[in-house]
């Protein structure tokens, strides 16, 4: 009855007016809801107007059982959407989290107990482990602290129209099962070596290529095969997401703001100047199994302006770099799947002519790298960068970002076999990436994601 009244009204009512029955209870009703719906002054409530739609001529007044449809959709409406999205993203967020963070406190009091394990693992051996219940209470409410702060951002963002909606964390839920189930599996085998104290357990096929530096050729979080394997990467997102308690995915996807911001500025900018609109480059580097390709994909195909970017995907692990291959080619956008390629090459030296891409994405390189390699890298990317071209780079927070992360970062090159992190953390990189480039990369901003810290650094314009 009030959705006839509402359309029977809309004419010649307010949009309070419109949806008021004649009962009391009912109005009273309909007031309560309403109300976060319209201004909060109770007098300005009259005073906002729908478009309004002519009524024929034939009919002076609205008679029973007529319906006019809007001209554009209610405030009302608009709401109950954006209500709907947030309700979405915050239970996802909040399942995908907890179930990540229950995990890993599962199994970090699994390794810590030594039960159902070999006799190879000695309590000095996981020490680093805490078994204080107390601590860990502690470190839960501290992780709820930053997920809240990590899910406002990124609510901002979407809201901001930034970027869209992430199919994460609802992408692949029934996956959860069977990747938990490996993950335990292969954990028994993480913890040998860890235990034995091997670094280099990687297939024997990859000790005499040259391609692959001595640094790459390590078990890097102490996990089977390192980065040279198939197995190793159908389960690195997992992995990944354990450490960082289901918060991984979300913390790469900071670094989708500045770069897409950027590409817009970027095609705007070229429109306003009557260019040739040439098709706008990204280089993504390391691309990994693909997890941040997925999201930045979705966005780019979604937004007219950015159809026409290419992303170009560069990996030294071939097993990766097929994973991420695979899983492109796995969606049914063909926009997505064309303007997306993969390159097997190692980053100290790209295989790309001088000045290729507008922007250079990577995520979570450097603390794995040795300092000149570190500035290897830098030198290539300045190479291959367009004047004016960003570089959107993340990995871990610094020694001085958090000070209450301080005890954790020292924590985690022991824990998790990270030879280049107490380096990586202790460097200031505006002084590493002005030195590498010969003053050619200007720092421009950073921002600080829970682990992350995101850096946009811009190539001089000669």
Not at 155 to 167: E, L
Request: charged residues 25%; positive net charge.
């Amino acid at each position: 009855m009030w959705v006839r009244v509402w359309y029977r009204n809309i004419g010649d009512r307010s949009l309070y007016g419109t949806c008021r029955p004649q009962c009391p209870i009912q109005r009273a009703l309909v007031r309560r809801a309403l109300a976060p719906l319209l201004c909060s002054q109770p007098q300005a409530r009259r005073t906002l107007q729908l478009p309004r739609k002519p009524i024929p001529e034939s009919k002076s007044r609205s008679q029973p059982g007529d319906f006019y449809p809007l001209a554009s959709p209610p405030a009302a409406w608009r709401a109950l959407g954006g209500g709907v999205n947030l309700l979405r993203y915050a239970t996802g967020t909040a399942a995908r989290s907890t179930f990540f963070l229950l995990f890993r406190l599962a199994m970090l009091q699994l390794v810590a107990s030594g039960r159902g394990w070999s006799s190879v693992l000695q309590s000095r051996e996981v020490a680093t482990f805490s078994r204080d219940w107390r601590a860990q209470l502690e470190f839960v409410q501290f992780f709820l602290r930053e997920l809240t702060k990590l899910s406002q951002k990124e609510w901002s963002h979407i809201q901001a129209g930034t970027y869209m909606m992430p199919r994460v964390p609802s992408r692949h839920p029934l996956e959860l099962l069977p990747r938990s189930v490996d993950f335990l599996q292969n954990l028994q085998d993480s913890m040998k070596l860890r235990a034995s104290g091997i670094t280099d357990a990687v297939p024997e096929t990859f000790h005499e290529d040259p391609l692959y530096p001595a640094y790459y050729k390590q078990n890097f979080h102490y996990q089977t095969d390192g980065y040279l394997s198939a197995a190793s990467a159908e389960r690195y997102d997992f992995q990944v997401e354990v450490l960082f308690g289901g918060l991984a995915d979300m913390m790469r996807r900071q670094t989708l703001g500045p770069l897409l911001l950027f590409l817009r500025e970027r095609v705007r900018s070229q429109r306003e100047l009557n260019e040739r609109a040439l098709p706008l480059t990204v280089l993504n580097v390391p691309c990994g199994p693909g997890g941040f390709l997925m999201d930045l994909l979705d966005n780019l195909t979604a937004d007219e302006e950015l159809q026409d970017v290419c992303v170009t995907n560069l990996d030294l692990s071939p097993f990766y770099l097929q994973r991420a291959q695979a899983r492109v080619q796995e969606l049914t956008s063909s926009t997505a799947t064309k303007h997306a390629s993969f390159v097997h090459a190692n980053a100290e030296s790209l295989p790309f002519p001088n000045e290729s891409f507008d922007a250079i994405v990577s995520i979570y390189l450097f603390h794995e790298l040795p300092n000149e390699a570190r500035r290897r890298v830098i030198a290539e990317w300045t190479r291959t960068l367009r004047p004016g071209g960003r570089i959107v780079f993340a990995d871990s927070l610094q020694k001085g970002d958090n000070p209450a992360m301080e005890a954790a970062l020292d924590r985690f090159r022991v824990n998790y076999h990270e030879p280049y992190y107490q380096s990586f953390i202790e460097t200031d990189l505006r002084r590493l990436f002005s030195e590498a480039s010969d003053q050619q990369l200007v720092w421009r901003e950073q921002d600080i994601h829970f682990l992350t810290k995101v850096c946009v650094f811009e190539k001089r314009v000669i």
